[in-house]
Nanobody, 121 residues
């Protein structure tokens, strides 16, 4: 079973920074994409940022210029550097990997358990 373990959430004041990390617990044949999502209370989960196996990145408009996603396929880790945080960024943040678990298997998604980010005004 693939487990993604997140860390780095917490409480920060508006304007501050946090760095989230995500690590896979087992060997993976190929990671296609690493994503960060977030879900605020009463809202749907939304995509924040994506990094592909080739290193291409994309961001939701509401985080462009403030958040940076990085990934290391060899180490099976992904990070999200979050700067200039505002109370609107308060949410549970989830990492998701799309991976081929073994050679020849179909790619599927695996989710982390989520880490709370709270930004106070």
């Amino acid at each position: 079973q693939v487990q993604l373990v997140e860390s780095g959430g917490g409480l920060v004041q508006a304007g501050g920074s946090l760095r989230l990390s995500c690590a896979a617990s087992v060997t993976l044949f190929k990671i296609n994409t690493m994503d960060w999502y977030r879900q605020a209370p009463g809202k749907e989960r939304e995509l924040v940022a994506t990094i592909t196996s080739s290193g291409s990145t994309s961001y939701a408009d509401f985080v462009k210029g403030r958040f940076t996603i990085t990934g290391d396929n060899a180490k099976k880790t992904a990070s999200l550097q979050m700067n200039s945080l505002s109370p609107e960024d308060t949410a549970v943040y989830y990492c998701k990997y799309n991976v081929h678990r073994w050679y020849g298997t179909t790619a599927r998604d695996y989710w982390g358990q989520g880490t709370q980010v709270t930004v106070s005004s």
